[in-house]
């Protein structure tokens, strides 16, 4: 007879995996803390590459914070925000610089 091994670390994975399907956020959050297991998984990796490629950090940064990333993806992906933020901020200014001027 041949014995099964699981670890316990993938268990605990497949739990989070039932809690994140059916909405137990709470239980969620507190097995992932307790146990220092993260499922580290986004619901559609396609979805998640288009919110960065399209700047849509509203949809982004809360996935982002449920995830453990190593510190250098998530170093590149803020400053990804934060030169997409002010690249929209010096357009903005710009624009309202000509905008000022045409109306000397």
């Known amino acids: 007879m041949s014995?099964?091994?699981?670890?316990?670390?993938?268990?605990?994975?497949?739990?989070l995996q039932f809690c994140k399907e059916n909405s137990l956020h709470q239980t969620f959050q507190t097995l992932q803390n307790e146990c220092q297991v993260s499922l580290n998984t986004v619901d559609s990796?396609?979805?998640f590459v288009a919110d960065i490629n399209s700047g849509?950090?509203?949809?982004?940064?809360?996935q982002v914070s449920q995830l453990k990333l190593p510190r250098n993806k998530l170093e590149d992906l803020y400053e990804q925000r934060v030169v997409k933020v002010k690249s929209v901020t010096v357009f903005t200014y710009e624009g309202l610089g000509n905008v000022v001027n045409q109306s000397a």
Request: proline letters at 4%; glycine letters at 0%.
């Open 56 to 62: 849509r950090w509203d949809a982004i940064l809360p």
């Open 3 to 15: 014995t099964l091994e699981i670890e316990a670390r993938d268990v605990i994975k497949i739990v």
């Open 45 to 47: 990796i396609e979805t």
